[in-house]
């Protein structure tokens, strides 16, 4: 089992950056391919960002490809999120996720078997 927690959200203006961080609980995070899926008003929730279990690949949504960086430290059992040159369409939700097989570079959410509680993150023009 494990139990993921996010934070770093919160009210940014349009061009500005977060850092979203994931911390999971549990011995076997180095084993879990992650990542991260949003979940804006009214939208149905997408797939933002993956990275293999170790680290070594990773995977966006064309949409923030340039602008988002997705990283884990395994020694610390932490996954993160950089966002920079944020627009009001990342305005959403952001959950973290991670899978109990193989899921790299899926984006279909139900490769993905546990997630967090989100963190809302807003950008206002």
Not at 11 to 34: E, N, P
Not at 95 to 109: G, H, I, L, T
Request: with cysteine; aromatic share 10%.
């Amino acid at each position: 089992q494990v139990q993921l927690v996010e934070s770093g959200g919160g009210l940014v203006q349009a061009g500005g950056s977060l850092r979203l961080s994931c911390a999971a609980s549990g011995r076997t995070f180095s084993k879990h391919d992650m990542g991260w899926f949003r979940q804006a008003p009214g939208k149905e929730r997408e797939f933002v960002a993956a990275i293999s279990s170790i680290g070594s690949s990773t995977a966006y949504v064309n949409s923030v490809k340039g602008r988002f960086t997705i990283s884990r430290d395994n020694a610390n059992n932490m996954l993160y999120l950089q966002m920079s040159t944020l627009k009001p369409d990342d305005t959403a939700v952001y959950y973290c996720v991670a899978a109990k097989a193989a899921a790299f570079p899926s984006s279909d959410e139900s490769r993905y078997d546990y997630w967090g509680q989100g963190t809302q993150v807003t950008v206002s023009s």
